[in-house]
Structure formats: structure tokens, C-alpha cells
């Protein structure tokens, strides 16, 4: 009994728009969670729920499920719910400036005490000079100064004394100063000096060898006056600075009395003002070139060193934080230490520290993409360092490395309390799993996405209810329940499946959008099932171009696929092609020769390296199939070629091995396989046929290449019986099956598929163990004990060599 | 009485040695020139005294960085001279062109005033600094200062401090020939874009200081009468009280009676502490 094509309801499952109680979207209620997604969820909530050490969360599954719109649900909901976490500031370190000091302040404080200090700074700067211009302090300095210089004088004046007594001045020299006997103020000239007497000479010799050591004696005093009077003028200034500072510090102390840390900073500042009171004069007459060329050089100018940096201000926000950081470098993680020019060196401080998502996420929660996160160099490792350390530690990547010996900031540590939720697909969980020994200790809670759920009257509901929610969220127009419909047969096509529904969001989102906009153009209020087809049919049109370039040259004989008549050894198979998001089928013509030989079914592909394991797979076991079938009590002396004719690129998989092995079959049987039908489908070493995937575009790119040349009612396709329920064929092809110009044939067997190509009976061993005589299974079984016969006459030894053997 | 002519100021003659106060002389000579459009000369004096030291072997030098003490090597000597020298001419030139001044440079070896004066014959305006190259004696100008200002043949400005434009002009006036010189030369400081005049009136009583005041009016011969102020009785102590601000320019005539001839000049000189332009 031959096998039937399937009838057209089998084709594709329809989804009965009458099954909706609903007219529109419109009036059906969001969906609250994403669809289908119950499991990831719970996942979600127990790894949020969680406070212990590593419970942090990988959300898997692939792109467009809705994972971050789910994470983002249920992180927001918790988030609400939590305590504002604090500010943190970094502040400059007066006992070592490469080490910046992080202070916590309660949230929203951290920029008004950035303001006050603004604000301090400016008082600052104009009560020190105002103080330091006075009249007093004038006065006061021009004391220390007469002081001093009166010191000076009275020290050279005794020497000039001394000097003058004895008839010898003291004359500056360009190096310094001199000592030699003058008359009437003009220094002696050599003739006048040898005429004195030499006792004359001798004294003067010895009196400007002791005034020479009592000059000298005065000079190096001179440093010693200089200082003296230097620290009379800094311990002045330090008292007039305190006297002008000290109060308006005092003032800022009261609220931050609360802050042991701002206060104990506030005392350093003032210390320092008092220290380096001149920063607030400018460049007065009074500072000397070095002085100015070094307040220029200074790399931290006074408005900067009294500054706070604000790293995180949590002073708007509600609840905990929920950030997700769309680049996941080292600098934008874990924040990173900003340079400036000055005066053609790189310098840096600490208000040039930026914090990173961590600082900001600290107390809530991080979202990452974890391919994003892998790719960038060193945040893999600085995410699990900070996560693993439970503090944020800014460091240059460069000294991560060892490569930088410069001097740079070391900023303090934060501490770090915060849930990182990653998002990814599951092969990168498993090799992080196989490969990183940290990652299972650091995330502990696996959230797995579904990317298809069943399909029933109330999911087919749910998903109407998730086009209301998208097409709201999106601002569409709504869906009629016959558009509802047409989406739901989609989804069902997207998963490949007609029994499934997709929960790939995005991809029906996409068309959603793009069903609305032609609904818009057609002067639609709401959308359409027409509007919906017509999606889905711009979308194949606008991404089919290397398919029907194929197609054309199958058309035009470039590519050779018979879709009529019969052929010795030749088949249709099919295969998928996917270029990006797009598959369709493509048929390929698979032949096979036979020839006397050891046994074997040479794989041509495999030979070249162009076919893959899988596909190997399959050839070996059709190879013992036909061994344990034909041959069980005789040599197999099969040699046998396979191929797909025409194929350039590589071969994988092993839906083809059912069309192989009735190409054999043919070839051994020498009966003709009809062209008009395609074959995809796998097959056992018991000759039973097994599901393959893509089936509804296997049929589809066959249907297309029929219908162009003419469907003549006597074509059609074998797929494995158990492939029937994930078939959801284009109507164009549904509706060519219910006016019996194609049709789709469920095989379960090898010999189901052979009677179908070949118009003749395969048949099945009798009680004498053989074949009805003419069915296709006998011919193969004589042609086999043929090839056997054959092979025996060459193996045995010719007669002469028998005798000569015998004797 | 008669309207008083301005005297005109063509050459200017500095003092150099590359002190720090010879060379703030220089620029504040060059911008009084080029206000007064006048050429700009001058004179750096080796000091014979330091040639002598080198050739005495009894001097000793003991340098100022080092606190060193050895005799002067006379080639060294020569040496550091000349190269004072050639840095006093870079900063003549470098101060002498932003104005486009016309300017001569030479150089002369002998005792430093009596050098200075006998140039100053045939100028019209010598500029000198406070101190040169010579050991602190005290407040005040140095030695070549106080012999340049009492003894030069023309007017002398001696710098005490900095000078800059827009500073006031004071200038003393007693009603004698000198102090008539002297706001002669205040209200020609005052037309070349100097600070505002104001006339120190010294006299015993105010109706004498108004009429002094009078007196200075007609002798500028402007149509706005300058500002006048009563310093009271003509002695150099009121014109000293009268004048605190560092930044003012005190013109006084070198032989009014005000001044009290040499010593008060001295006095003068040891207490003010702005520039003082002594009118001849």
C-alpha cells in the first residue's frame, strides 16, 4: 500500500482567530513578564533574594528572548524597594598625594559638601589677602625686615669698621667682595704699594689676612639672619592665616559634625592653608621668579587640593541603583585615573578620578552583556577581582601588567556591595563554566531562558497578549484577532514548530513593527492578517536574492536538478542554506555508482574534505544497512560512489542519507527514481526514517523551483513521518497540496520511500527467507549475489595454476 | 613775571654696571625718553679701584656664593668686567626697542663719579640707580648716587624704588629760580603722559601758599590751574612729611632753599623712599 500524501490541514496548523474572544489588542492587558519565562524568573528572584557571597546571577539564552527586559522587570521591582545607598567622594591626601582619600557620605551630601568647599575656597581667598594686606601686617613684616637688615648692616659695619681703621676698604667685586689698602678713597696702585716701607706692607698684609677671616665669618652668618628671619616671617604669616581661616573652617565643621571623616579632612585643610598661605596671594611684588615659576609648575593648584571629587552622587535617587553599562571596559567598570597637559607633562590628581559602573552600581545591582564584558581587554578579570575582593580598586591597565614604572595616583578602595546580573547565550555560560574555575564560585545562579513554549488555546492567548504589550510599548496600531492569528502561525514557523511558539521577542517585534507601518500605509486603523502576510513576505522578498539567483540558474540548466522524468542512480535531495536570519531550502542532485569492489560506500565529499562527521555518519550507516540487509550470508563486493553533484562548499548533516541510500538502491537495481520527487530524511542501520530539522524549508525550496517551471500535480517531497507536526509550509504551498498539484509524503521506511520513487514494490522476505521476485529489494539482492559470483570467479586461481596446486 | 619755558630734555644719559638697580635705571630712563623723545646715552664705568685690585697682590677677594677667599686674578678680573659690560649693552638694546628709541653705548674705565660727572656735561638729564656695586651703607641711595645727584652738572633723577607710568608728579615749589626749574620740568614730566601734577607749596603761612600758588598758575600758563598743596613753612622736613607715597615722583630744585644745599639733599635722599628728580 503505497503511502499517502498528507492532506493540507497537516500542512501547516492553522491558529482559529475564532478561538479569540477579544476584536483588537487594544483591549487586552500587558503581559507582566516576558513570555513563556516563569523558570528564568523564580531563578532571578532567588539569586536577587540571595545576599551570600557569589550569588550572583548569568541570565542565559539566546538573543532576544527578553532577557534584559525581564532582568530589568524584576531588578527594578527589588531596587524600589531598598535603601538609597551613600555618596562617596574622593578627597586629597595632604600626607601623600598619590594616595587620595575615598570618604562616605550619606546620600545627596556628597555634592553639598563639594559646594561648601567651593565655597570655603573662595572665602578664603578673599580674607587671606585682605588680612595679608593690611597695614598691620604690613607693618609688621617691615619690622622683621628692618630687623633683619639692620642685622646685616651692623655685621658689614663692623667689618668696614675694622677695615677703615686700618686704612683698607671693602669693595664689591663683580664675585664678591675685596680687600685693599686705600689713600683718599682710591685704592693704592702697585707703584704706590712698594713704596711704602716694608714694615708699612707687612702690617697691611696682616691686617687684610684677619679682616679677610672676619668677612668671611660674616658672610656665613649671613644665611643663618636669612633663615632666622624667614621662619619669624612663616611663623607670623602661619598666625595671621589662622586668624583669617580658622574661623570660617570652624564654620564649616558644625554640619558636618555627624562626619568623623569630614571633619578629620577639615583639619588637614586647615593645616595646609595655614602651611601654604602664599597660594591664596597670587604673584605678588613680594614672591620672587622661582616662587612664581613654581606655583605655575605645581601640578595641584589650591582650588584643585581643597576640592571634592564627587564619584558617586546618589543625591536624586530612589531606592537601590540598577545600572546596566552598555560598554563594559576596564575604565568604565572599575573607573579609571584622567590626565591633563600642563606645561607638556601628563599630570594627574585626585579630582581627575572617574568612577566606573561598579562605584555607581554600588549597593544595587550591575547588568553586563558577558560577551561585551569578554571582549574588552582586563574586564573579565577586573570584574572578578572586584567581585571576589569585594572592593573597587582603580589601577592604570598598564600597571595591571608591570609595563609602567611612572608614578600615578593609588587611590583608597571601596568597598563593594553589589549583585551583578550577566546576559549571555548558553554556550558562553558552559565554556565559562568549563573554563574559568572562578566563575561557578562567582555566579551561582543560573537563570535559563526558554526559547519556545508549547503551543495551546491559552498560550495562543498569551501571545496575543504579548502583541498588545509590544505593540503598546512601540506605539503600533492595533491587532485584529485575524492578524493575532497570522503572528501566532509566525511564531509557530520561527520555532520550526507547529505544535511550538517562539519567544524570540525581538524577531516579533520586528514584525509587528513592520506589519504596522504597511497597515499605516493602507490607511489601516488597525492591523490586518493581510497586513501581517505582507510582512513576512517583504521581509523573505527583501532577503531572497541569493535564493532566487539560485533558483534562476536551476531554471536556466546551469545547476542540474530534473524535476520530471526518471533517472538510474539520481535523486533530489535537500539541504538549507542560512544567510544571516534567513534559511530557505535548496535542492541538490545526489548521485550513486555501483561497481564490483571490497565492501565499500565511498563518501566523494568526505574524500575531499568537504563533507563534515555527521554527514560521514550517515553514509557508514546506510553502508550497514545494505551489508546487513543484501548481504548477511555472501560477500559484500559492493564498491559503491556517492555524491552531491554540483555542491562547491561543504556538506553537513545526514537529512541526505535517505535520498543516498535510494540513489544506491536505484543504481543497484538498475530501476529509475522519479525526478519529480525530493527526498530529505536520516536513516538507521534498520532502514527506518528519522527526523531532520529545517523540513519546512526543505519543501518550500522545492515547491519554489516546481512551481516555477510548472507544477504538473506529480510532484512533491518525502520527509520522515516524523517530521509532519513541525511542519508550518507557506500557504502558497498549502494551498498547491489541497488542488493536488504538490504534494508532502510521510515516510517511515526505506522501502516506503523506494516504492514512491521508483513506482515499484520494494517488497519483503518471504518464509524461504527471499524476495518476491521483480520488487526492487530482490533486484538489489541478485544484483549483489551478481557482483558476489563475480568477484569469486576473479579470486580463484586460473585452472593451470589449480593443477600444478593439486598436484 | 613771565611764563615759564619748558626745557627741553634730548639727551638722556644712564649710569650702568648691570646691577639690578643700574638696569632698572635703564628702563625707566627708556621709557621717560621715548615719552620725552629724547636719545637715549649710555656709560658703563669700570671701576678703576677694581682694575687696581687686580694688579695689588696684597688684595684678597672672598666671593659672595662661596664665602672663598684668594687674590684677584687680574685676567679674570678683566674678563668679568667686559663680560658686565656686554650684558649692559643687551639689556640697552633690549630695553631701548619696544620704544624704537635712538641709543649710544660706550664704555669707560676710571673712578666711577668723577667718570659720570665729566659725561654728564653736555646731557640733559642724568638717571642712576639706587646702588651699584657697593657695599650696603645704610638706607638710601649709594656713594655715585649722592655725588652724581649733589654734584652733576644738569638735572638728576635718582631712582629709590621703581618707576612707572601714571605715577604722580609732586613738585616742590618755594617761589625761588630753582624750584621755578623745578615745575618746569614736573609740568613737562606731566605733559608727556607722567601722572597728574600736584604743586607742594611751601611756605610759612597759608595766605604765602596761596599766593605761591598763584604764582606757579601764571608761571605754567595753562587754562586749568594745577592742583596745589600747602606742605607748610619751607622746611625740607614738611616737603619729607609731605611725601609718603612710594609711588609718587618728587621733582625738587637741586639749589632751593627748601632743599638746604648739600646736607639736606643727603637727608633728603636717606628718606624719601620714591624717586627724586633734581631740577638744574
Known sequence: MPVAPLSPDLLCRRSDPSRFEFRSTAELADLEEPLGQARAAEALRFGIALRGEGYNIFAMGPVGVGKQTLVSHVLGRRAAEERTPPDWVYLNNFENRQQPRAVQLPAGRGTAFREDMQRLVEELRAAIPAVFESDDYRTRLQVLEKQLEEKREKAMHAVQERAQQRGIAVI????????????????????????????????????????????????????QLEREHREKVKDMNREVALFAAGHLIDELRKPYADLPAVLAHLDAVQRDVVENVHDFLGSGDGEDAAAQIRKLLSETPATHRYGVNVVVDNGSAKGAPVVYEDLPTHASLVGRIDHHSHFGTLVTDFSLIRSGALHRANGGYLVLDVRKVLQQPFAWEDLKRALRTREIRIEPPERLIGLSGTSSLEPERIPLDVKVVLLGERLLYHLLAEYDPEFLELFKVAADFEEEIDRGPASELEYARLVATLGRSQVLRPFDREAVARVVEEGARLAGDGEKLSTHVQGIADLLREASQLAGEAGREAVERTDVQAAVEGRIRRADRVRQRLLEETRRGTILIATAGTAVGQVNGLSVVQLGQFAFGRPSRITARVRMGKGEVVDIEREVELGGPIHSKGVLILAGFLGARYAEDRPFTLSASLVFEQSYGGVEGDSASSAELYALLSALSGLPIRQSLAVTGSVNQLGEIQAIGGVNEKIEGFFDLCQARGLTGDQGVLIPASNVKHLMLRSDVVEAAAAGRFHVYPVETVDQGVELLTGTLAGERGPDGRFPEGTVNARVVARLAEMAERARAFAAPPQGAKGKADA | MTTLEARALRRILVALDASRSSLEALRAAAALAARMGAELECLFIEDVNLVRLGQL?????????????????????????????????????AAAAPFRLSWSFRVARGQVSGELLTAAVGADLLVVGRAGYAVPRGRGPGRVARAAAARAPVSVLVLIGDIQPGRPVLAVFDGSPGSERALSLAARLEGAGAGSLTVLLAAPTREAAGRLADQAAQLLGGAAAPAGRWIGGGRLSDVVRAVQEPDALLVVGADSPTLGGEAGLERLLDEVACPVLLAR
Not at chain 1, 174 to 192: C, F, K, S, T, W
Open chain 1, 172 to 223: 664689591r667685586t663683580p664675585m664678591g667682595l675685596a680687600l685693599a689698602p686705600v689713600r683718599n678713597g682710591e685704592v693704592l696702585d702697585p707703584d704706590q704699594f712698594h713704596q711704602l716701607p716694608e714694615e708699612e706692607q707687612a702690617r697691611i698684609q696682616k691686617d687684610i689676612a684677619e679682616l679677610q677671616e672676619q668677612l668671611q665669618a660674616t658672610l656665613r652668618s649671613m644665611p
Open chain 2, 57 to 93: 697682590p696684597v688684595a684678597r677677594q672672598v666671593t659672595l656664593t662661596g664665602g672663598a677667599a684668594g687674590p684677584l686674578e687680574p685676567l679674570n678680573l678683566e674678563a668679568e668686567l667686559r663680560a658686565m659690560a656686554a650684558r649692559a649693552r643687551e639689556a640697552v638694546a
